[in-house]
């Protein structure tokens, strides 16, 4: 199985920021796709961000104020939050979705969550 694990979460104020980890355990991470997603109170959950190796994806409404990057060497990504808004306000999950060359290829991994919540 491939663990994963949030982190980050908290109370913050319209248009402060706040940084997202997650890291996902196995050998071949740098092959994963990474993908942030997040579900507020009453609404679906919806994509935010999403990494391969090569490619960024941005939901429309996070993009110029989120930021995603990638650290392969400590098997972690990162949702950076800028400009925060109060409909920001979610559960944050990590999506791990190995590649080719790990045993898991295709199966979907996810963490737990974590709150954010913009308020003043």
């Known amino acids: 199985q491939v663990q994963v694990v949030e982190s980050g979460g908290g109370l913050v104020q319209p248009g402060g920021s706040l940084r997202l980890s997650c890291v996902a355990s196995?050998?071949?991470?740098?092959?994963?796709?990474m993908s942030w997603y997040r579900q507020a109170p009453g609404k679906e959950r919806e994509s935010v961000a999403l990494?391969?190796?090569?490619?960024?994806i941005y939901a429309d409404a996070v993009k110029g104020r989120f930021t995603i990057s990638r650290d392969n060497a400590r098997n972690t990504v990162y949702l950076q939050m800028n400009s925060l808004k109060s409909e920001d306000t979610a559960v944050y999950s990590c999506n791990a979705r190995p590649g080719r060359w790990s045993p898991y290829y295709g199966r979907d991994f996810w963490g737990k969550g974590t709150l954010v919540t913009v308020s003043s």
């Open positions: 990494a391969t190796g090569s490619d960024i």
């Open positions: 196995g050998a071949t991470f740098s092959t994963y796709t």
